[in-house]
């Protein structure tokens, strides 16, 4: 399980150092890789491969279904990219994931329970003061 949040400088052609405490998480299934794609609000999520296959699997469950949800596992799957761990501990970002979550310099590694997100740091600020708004709604969360 992941949590906390790192600042790192993306290196050139899309290099990111991964946290050696996220690089921990990674076990025997993951083969030291991840499975990046889009996230919702314009982040990369980063999944560990194990993880990724049990997606895969809740994704495969409602293909058959509506139109909405074959277009939300389309964008999905179509976004995957399989990034493994160089020597170093770092991943290479695919150039239309760094776009669209306009990766640039620094980023922003957040670890939310079973997944990686990445963020540009201005719009996770954004995202952090927007959130702060719900927390004193009733979301059903007993926490």
């Known amino acids: 399980m992941y949590s906390g ?8 052609r899309g290099r990111l150092f991964i946290p050696a ?3 921990r998480g990674l076990g025997v ?16 999520i980063l999944y560990p491969f194990g993880e990724w296959r ?3 699997e809740r994704l495969r469950g409602v293909l058959g279904g509506e139109v ?9 799957c179509s976004n995957a990219e399989v990034l493994k761990l160089d020597n170093q501990g770092r991943i290479s970002i695919p150039q239309h994931l760094l776009e669209y979550a306009e990766l640039r310099k620094e980023v922003m ?3 939310v329970l079973n997944k990686i997100e990445l963020w540009n740091p ?3 600020k954004k995202e952090m003061e927007e959130s702060e708004g719900y927390l004193g709604e009733e979301l059903g969360l007993d926490i």
Request: aromatic share 18%.
């Open 5 to 12: 949040r790192y600042r790192y400088v993306l290196e050139g």
């Open 21 to 23: 405490k996220f690089r």
């Open 29 to 44: 299934e993951d083969d030291g890789s991840f499975v990046g794609t889009r996230g919702y609000e314009r982040c990369v």
């Open 54 to 56: 049990r997606v895969e």
């Open 68 to 76: 909405r949800l074959r277009k939300v596992v389309r964008w999905f």
């Open 109 to 111: 590694i957040i670890g």
């Open 122 to 124: 201005e719009l996770f």
